[in-house]
């Protein structure tokens, strides 16, 4: 059974920093994409950043240039690192197996301006 859990959240001002992690299970995590999701209050669940196998990222227009996205293959662990975080960033973040179509539970992220 595949699982995902997100931990790192929290509450920062504007301007903070955060680093999200991501601990996968059940799964073989090296052979596939991994990627974050995030959903503000009210809003659709948004794309934020992606990452191939072999750790090239991509990221959302709205994230790019303040976001990094990594992981560690052997610890079977996804990251998300947010800089510059602005009150427009807050949501829930959630870790994502596209190819399993597996969620976590997400972590929030709130952003006092």
């Known amino acids: 059974q595949v699982q995902l859990v997100e931990w790192g959240g929290g509450m920062v001002q504007s301007g903070g920093s955060l680093k999200l992690s991501c601990t996968a299970s059940?799964?073989?995590?090296?052979?596939?994409?991994m990627a974050w999701y995030r959903q503000a209050p009210g809003q659709e669940l948004e794309f934020v950043a992606d990452?191939?196998?072999?750790?090239?990222?991509s990221y959302a227009e709205s994230v790019e240039g303040r976001v990094a996205i990594w992981r560690d293959n052997l610890k079977n662990d996804l990251y998300l690192q947010l800089n510059n975080l602005k009150p427009e960033d807050t949501a829930v973040y959630y870790c994502?197996?596209?190819?399993?179509?597996?969620w976590g539970r997400g972590t929030q992220v709130t952003v006092s301006s």
């Open positions: 994502y197996s596209p190819t399993y179509e597996a």
């Open positions: 990452i191939t196998p072999a750790g090239l990222g």
């Open positions: 059940g799964m073989d995590f090296r052979a596939y994409v």
